[in-house]
């Protein structure tokens, strides 16, 4: 696996800022994207679609070519700051193939880091935003999913505080629970455990070791977790982590309370460790309040009787002093 690049931040986020949207795997809904947008312009953000959001080719977002290079048209343009994804589904992993080939790798190893957000699908292309050009990529809230549904679908203090807040972390009690306690320092790493898998044997695999693991997926039955675990520990990607915190995993699991349904398969997938193991955190696949977590970014997790996430650094940087006096 090639050496680990050094990790950089994007510039914070702030209100009036311009965000673009993209959509690098599945066609959209118009109606829940008008939704979603009315909520970021309500908070004072502005909105830029790509002209072809809403193109549609089979299950796709349209071609494949076409939506790597909206994606890299909002990367590469200096007025927007941040690149927020409208929904997953299936084909980020074709974005990225478009993004490994070396012109275009070449162009985004000049980039100044952006701001970039989705996922389930979105976990390819956050994991190749990550690892292959060191930056800090952001699992949180999508379009027509989270913001759609307005404040009772993504948690927006956390949103704002992770990507505006430039001085410091940011430490989140949750609703989570421990199945393992224990208490762990580490860098914030994964996505959705399907995608995770399918990087297995592909240049772009995930490199676990020293993180604190976030795993999570929807409508997946017990017997295919097990098997994405237990390739992940087969394949070593579970050897070397800190801690491990499962999300909601809604859909999944033989009964309404997956982590009920699911308790017995974690522990078993980890009985070999002794790492704190945590589940229900609301992020990616989620029932409500979707939060944003930073990719790269270190963390300690302190699993007990409450479980709480402390972000150990800022997720962003601050903008430098030309584009300071831009915003005034």
């Given amino acids: ?138 699992q949180g809230p999508m379009l027509t999913k989270d913001f759609s549904a307005g404040e009772a679908g993504y948690n927006r203090h956390a949103m704002e505080q992770i990507l505006g807040n430039f001085t410091r972390g940011l430490s989140m009690e949750t609703d989570a629970q421990a199945l393992r306690p224990g208490a762990a320092e580490g860098r914030l790493a994964g996505g959705c455990l399907s995608l995770l898998n399918a990087t297995l044997g592909t240049s772009n695999e995930i490199d676990t070791k020293g993180t604190i693991l976030l795993l999570e997926d929807v409508d997946e039955k017990p017997f295919r977790l097990d098997r994405m675990l237990f390739q992940l520990r087969r394949a070593g990607k579970l050897r070397d982590i800190k801690a491990v915190i499962f999300g909601e995993m809604p859909g999944c699991g033989l009964s309404a309370s997956p982590a009920e349904s699911l308790r017995e398969l974690i522990l078993d997938a980890f009985a070999d460790t002794d790492i704190p193991i945590v589940f229900g955190l609301r992020f990616g696949h989620n029932t409500g309040h979707c939060l944003t977590l930073p990719l790269g970014v270190r963390a300690k997790l302190e699993a007990g009787g409450k479980v709480r996430l402390t972000l150990l650094e800022p997720s962003v940087r601050p903008p430098n002093n030309k584009q300071r006096r831009k915003r005034l």
């Fill in 1 to 138: 696996m090639p050496r680990r690049k050094p990790i950089r931040k994007p510039v914070a986020l702030r209100r009036g800022d311009a965000i673009g949207i993209v959509a690098p795997s599945s066609p959209v809904e118009p109606a829940r994207l008008r939704e979603s947008i009315r909520e970021l312009e309500a908070i004072g953000y502005r909105v830029v679609c790509d002209e072809h959001v809403l193109a549609r080719q089979g299950f796709y977002a349209g071609e494949h070519a076409a939506r790597a290079q909206a994606v890299l048209k909002f990367l590469e343009d200096p007025s927007i700051r941040a690149v927020l994804c409208a929904r997953g589904g299936y084909g980020s992993n074709y974005v990225v193939e478009q993004f490994s080939s070396r012109p275009i790798l070449q162009r985004l190893q000049r980039l100044t880091p952006k701001i970039v957000m989705g996922y389930s699908d979105v976990t390819a292309l956050l994991l190749f935003l990550n690892q292959t050009l060191g930056w800090v990529s952001f």
